[in-house]
């Protein structure tokens, strides 16, 4: 609650956008809360924020957790901002124990998490796993032509290296951004990877003519066209239980006049499902739809893949080291596959990863609204800690507590 005060704003929503003196003030409240508790602070080429509380064996890779704590325009005070806050907690209920761990742990704030400011989303996690380069990162631009690299200086947190060492096991705690949790009364949702996406632009073309005067044979309306491949989209999404879902969320219709029939329609299309198989037969049922559409029409289709990703499995013994942290606290839990993307997608493609989700209120996320309750959230950091004792190495009580 004191990190939301960082960007608060009306409706108790938090404008933290990533490298603004927002971001700022966010990062250094969390480095010295981090240097409060034992920790030493040092960030990365691209302001990667990690803190380190030693193990008993330096050289072991360290057991990291995190998340971001950049928001969207009108966010709210979880997403994001409750993993990097579990994590401190971890570390400072590991010192109020007295618990030494054998592999070091690590606390880490991922920069540009949201990519509402700078694009895409996820840079920092995806710099440091080797999936994006740092020129590109750093040679980013907002709105207003303003360089991620200057900005990132600007604000004192461009430092040295960037990845290229050993990550034990990777833990995020993130609130679910969905409903599911919350509608089947399940405290913790133990995630077992990400989804595999496929988004699209489609281009539809048939003849912009009069409204009043073209007979209804004889017209070649992109918008009716554009109509069926949204119906057969929403079908699509429907015939891949569990997991498909597809979303036709952007359309463009030229000329847009009252009076004229649409001559053309711009449009996007999503599909995601978690098993990369059956995603190939949505592709192909998309492909299939278009067709249909554009012959029924006499419309001209040109459909053009704009993204390919595969879903993203998390590490069995890390989802099981959750699954067991759920089972010792006796709290109920739900196996789940994330319909979100987080920075533990992208870190999972180099090291072992798990989720922790915790139910937000009415699934309601990247809005001033979002919410989520003390117990639960302690409930997850509960388990985001036995998860992380578990990777990091037989715990050992170091005699009187700090
Ligand atoms: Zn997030």
């Known amino acids: ?42 960030y990365d080429a691209v302001g990667n924020v990690f803190a380190r509380r030693a193990g008993r064996d330096g050289a072991l890779p ?11 325009p009108n966010g709210g005070r979880f997403d994001g901002a409750y ?15 007295g618990i030494e761990t054998e592999a070091p742990i690590e ?5 540009n998490e949201e990519g509402t400011r700078f694009a895409p989303s996820m840079m920092g996690s995806m710099a440091f796993a ?27 947190y461009r430092g040295e290296g960037l990845g290229g060492r050993p990550i034990g096991a990777y833990f995020e705690a993130h609130i679910e951004q969905g409903p599911v949790l919350e509608e089947t009364n399940h405290t913790i949702g133990v995630v077992t990877g990400g989804q595999g996406q496929c988004w699209y632009d489609l281009e539809l073309a048939g003849q912009a003519a009069h409204a009043g005067s073209t007979p209804m044979d004889r017209r070649r309306d992109a918008l009716l066209g554009a109509a069926r491949v949204v119906e057969a989209v929403n079908r699509i999404g429907t015939a891949f239980p569990p997991g498909g879902v597809a979303t036709v969320g952007h359309l463009s219709v030229s000329p847009d006049s009252r009076n004229v029939i649409p001559g053309r329609v711009s449009m ?19 492909r299939e739809a278009v067709a249909d559409a554009a012959a029924r029409g006499s419309l001209e289709a040109t459909l053009h893949e704009v993204l390919d990703q595969p879903a993203a499995p998390f590490d069995a013994d890390c989802v099981a080291a959750v699954r067991e942290g759920a089972r010792a606290e006796g709290l109920a839990y739900l196996e789940m596959v994330s319909g979100a993307a987080h920075d533990a997608i992208a870190i999972s493609r180099i090291a072992p990863t798990a989720m922790v989700f915790v139910p937000c209120a009415g699934g309601v996320s990247h809005n001033e609204a979002e919410s989520a309750t003390p117990a639960d959230l302690a409930a997850g950091c509960r388990v985001l800690a036995r998860a992380m004792l578990a990777r990091a190495g037989s715990a050992v009580r170091s005699g009187a507590a700090r």
């Open 1 to 42: 609650m004191d990190l939301a005060e960082v960007g608060a704003i009306a409706g108790g929503g938090v404008r933290r956008l990533a490298l603004t003196d927002e971001d700022r003030r966010g990062r250094d409240l969390f480095a010295r809360w981090c240097r409060e508790a034992g920790c030493t602070v040092r």
């Open 62 to 72: 360290p057991v990291v957790t995190g998340s971001h704590l950049d928001t969207q």
């Open 83 to 97: 993993g990097v806050m579990a994590g401190l907690e971890v570390v400072r209920a590991l010192n109020d124990a």
């Open 107 to 111: 606390v880490v704030a991922w920069t």
């Open 130 to 156: 080797g999936l994006m380069s740092l020129d590109a990162v750093l040679g980013s631009r907002d709105a207003q032509g303003l360089a991620f690299g200057d900005e990132l200086a600007r604000i004192g």
């Open 268 to 286: 996007s299309i999503e599909i995601r499902h978690p098993d990369d198989g059956r995603r190939a037969a949505m592709d192909a049922a998309v």
